[in-house]
Structures are given as C-alpha cells and as structure tokens.
C-alpha cells in the first residue's frame, strides 16, 4: 500500500497525489493511514524510553536469553 510504502520513502509526486485524493474519499483507508501513523509513533516512544520500557524484569530477560541459546545451540 503507498500509505506505508510513503513512511519510508518520498513517493514520486504523481503517487503522492493520488494517495491524497484516494485517503481523501476512501474513510476506510484513511482510517488504515491514521492507524499506521500511530502505530509509528507508539513504536518510536517505545524505542525512545529505552530498554528498561518493556516492562520485562532481568529474570525474565535472564530467561529469554538461556531459552534461545539452549534452541541456538550455543
């Protein structure tokens, strides 16, 4: 879809114009557009606070960590 394709990369000005008028009349893809956009902007506050806000504690990090070297074999 060029809504999640633009957060990536500048469309050409021919595509860029046809997404707007397209979210202009279409409701559901604008809703779609909006959603993307808050979904990025709730990734990057995420990313932003670190790691400490994944809420995991270290047993639990301790845990993941012994889990995927016991599966990787290391």
């Given at each position: 879809?060029?809504?999640s394709?633009?957060?990536?990369?500048r469309l050409p000005f021919a595509d860029r114009?046809?997404?707007h008028l397209?979210?202009?009349i279409?409701?559901?893809c604008a809703r779609f557009a909006r959603q993307l956009q808050e979904m990025r902007r709730l990734?990057?506050?995420d990313a932003d606070a670190g790691d400490d806000a994944t809420g995991l504690t270290d047993a639990?990090?301790?845990?993941i960590a012994t889990e995927l070297q016991d599966k990787l074999g290391h």
């Open positions: 879809m060029l809504t394709r633009a957060m990536d990369v114009m046809a997404m397209h979210l202009a279409c409701e559901n990734f990057r506050a639990a990090r301790q845990r």
